[in-house]
């Protein structure tokens, strides 16, 4: 057994409860620690961390991050989990279940800065750094023991506490041979967790059940256990032919029940969509109503667009009725665009044949195909207004750049006066 210390870094071919060199407790043992160097890096309920280490008074109180009673939880911090409350648990219900929590709008803008802060300091510890979204991602660290003069294991562990001291916020890892293992073992032991998970992945697992699998939700799971198959032992346990029962993918889920995944970790992994939306306070249902929020989208989908360098190649409109039904409606742009005037322009008649009198609880707009931001609104004979309105856009965005998100607007943004 191989023993380290997350908080001073002792590491000994030993098996310790407390650190011999700083009587630390926060000690992982495990036979492959030092051999293993596939991690998973989870954020520990990120969004309400940052606010938490912004405003020091929310210490110890329960902090949802969501919009209003309408809207859905986002991210709820520790001491709310311990109420009951959950991600994507609807805000009215996490308020029934903690009543005294605070209830903060998400600052996406502050997120995604120190998620680039984590980002760069993942990518000094190994270039083989994939995105999984704004706060986790998953490292190969095969290989840098001689860059860093310590194993991948020490490694992370230095990685966590410098995240504590230069960001503020907390992070839970997972070690093990492959990305399926590494994201299970950082679900551990959250949060400021450090988890292993080695040769012993199979006999651990078996015991666990289906829905622990990445990828098995509540449906498959129910055709699982009408199968009889409720464990991860019981799923590895199928041979190939009878695991094509499931469909094509399941020898595939067979194996990874077993806890094997070949998968590599590519850190240029392919976006395919990005997308905004907004749940309302209260159900609109007039193309008057609808069509400021859908502005204010068209310009957050704009700047993400160009955060990432893409432009749209297309438009998709999402609506979700006062009774939850959800409608998706898309169009091509004759040519690629991040301007939103030219995205709303394209998404409005879209919206305009579904105002029925149908009461909306939410909105959203996204935009795919994505297409590279070189080329995009550059004008046309068709349009030979498009460079003048991209120009107008970049004026606006480094004026808010300057002086603030309220100084200049449309109208048809305005929020209703109440």
């Known amino acids: 057994m191989t023993s380290l210390c997350r908080d001073c870094l002792h590491h000994a071919e030993a098996a310790f409860r407390s650190c011999p060199s700083c009587g630390s407790g926060r000690v992982v043992t495990h036979a492959e620690l030092l051999a293993l160097s596939i991690a998973h890096v989870d954020c520990d309920a990120f969004f309400a961390s940052v606010e938490k280490r912004d405003d020091p ?25 311990t109420r009951g409350v959950r991600s994507a648990m609807p805000m009215f219900k996490a308020l029934e279940a903690c009543p005294d929590a605070v209830v903060i709008k998400p600052n996406m803008a ?3 800065t120190c998620a680039r802060q984590l980002r760069a300091m993942m990518e000094a510890l190994t270039p083989l750094v994939q ?53 299970i073992a950082a679900g551990r032991d959250k949060p400021r967790g450090f988890a292993v998970i080695g040769a012993e992945a199979r006999a651990l697992l078996a015991s666990e059940p289906v829905r622990l699998l990445p990828g098995i939700g509540p449906a498959a799971a129910q055709r699982l256990a009408r199968a009889g198959i409720v464990t991860l032992g019981q799923l590895g346990s199928l041979d190939a032919k009878a695991a094509l029962r499931f469909g094509e993918d399941g ?7 077993r806890g094997e995944d070949n998968r590599p970790v590519d850190p240029v992994r392919e976006t395919k969509s990005i997308s905004a939306e907004t749940t309302f306070d209260a ?27 893409f432009a749209a190649g297309g438009v998709v409109l999402k609506l979700k009725t006062a009774d939850f039904a959800s409608r998706t409606r898309a169009a091509r742009l004759p040519t690629p665009s991040s301007v939103p005037e030219t ?3 394209a998404i409005r008649p879209l ?21 590279p931001a070189l ?23 480094a004026l808010r750049a300057k002086f603030g998100e309220g100084v200049l607007g449309a109208g048809r943004g305005l929020r209703p006066k109440r």
């Open 57 to 81: 008074s929310l210490r110890g109180k329960p902090v949802l991050i969501g919009g209003g009673r309408r809207g859905v939880v986002a991210a709820a911090c520790y001491v709310a989990r």
């Open 110 to 112: 502050k997120y995604a």
């Open 131 to 183: 995105p999984l979204s704004i706060d986790e991602a998953v490292l190969d660290l095969s290989g840098t023991e001689a860059l860093h003069r310590a194993p991948p294991a020490v490694t992370l562990a230095r990685f966590a506490l410098a995240v504590e001291r230069e960001v503020g916020v907390t992070v839970s890892i997972g070690l093990a041979s492959n990305r399926l293992l590494a994201k």
């Open 251 to 257: 020898p595939a889920l067979a194996a990874r029940a």
């Open 283 to 309: 159900d609109l249902a007039t193309a008057e109503a609808l069509e400021a929020p859908l502005w204010r989208l068209c310009e957050r989908l704009a700047r993400r667009l160009a955060e990432k360098g």
């Open 343 to 345: 995205l709303f322009a």
């Open 351 to 371: 919206l305009a044949r579904e105002v029925d009198g149908t009461a909306f609880r939410l909105i959203g707009i996204g935009a795919a195909p994505l297409v």
């Open 375 to 397: 080329g995009a609104d550059a004008g046309d004979l068709a349009d030979p207004d498009a460079p003048r309105r991209a120009a107008r856009w970049k004026a606006v965005e």
